[in-house]
């Protein structure tokens, strides 16, 4: 069993910076692949990034390519979504997800474990 708490949202103007956290507990959480996905009102949940647990592959939403990074700090079971040069669209619930199943980490049901979220609102 895997917690996952997500903190780091607020209101930033465009162009700003936010670094999103997410604590996970639990053991063997180096194991896990993780991901970022978000949701803005009226739309479906979408993918944002992934680490791999092995050799910390990342793999980007074509829409953040550039401005985000994906990292992972397994010494705090941890990882994190540094977010620069935001943009209104980018407003969103964004969430952070647990893996065992690794593969397409992009796809949402390759997910065991979900975060509660947290809100993210760019101001134009």
């Known amino acids: 069993q895997v917690e996952l708490v997500e903190s780091g949202g607020g209101l930033v103007q465009a162009g700003g910076s936010l670094r999103l956290s997410c604590a996970a507990s639990?053991?063997?959480?180096?194991?896990?692949?993780m991901g970022w996905f978000r949701q803005a009102p009226g739309k479906e949940r979408d993918f944002v990034a992934a680490?791999?647990?092995?050799?910390?592959?990342?793999r980007y939403a074509d829409s953040v390519k550039g401005r985000f990074t994906i990292s992972r700090d397994n010494a705090k079971n941890t990882i994190y979504l540094q977010m620069n040069s935001l943009k209104p669209e980018d407003t969103a619930v964004y969430y952070c997800?647990?893996?065992?199943?690794?593969?397409?980490?992009?796809?949402?049901?390759?997910?065991?474990?979900w975060g509660q979220g947290t809100q993210v609102t760019v101001s134009s």
């Open positions: 997800a647990a893996s065992g199943a690794g593969g397409r980490l992009w796809v949402q049901d390759r997910y065991n474990y």
């Open positions: 639990g053991r063997s959480f180096s194991m896990y692949d």
């Open positions: 680490i791999w647990s092995v050799g910390g592959t990342t």
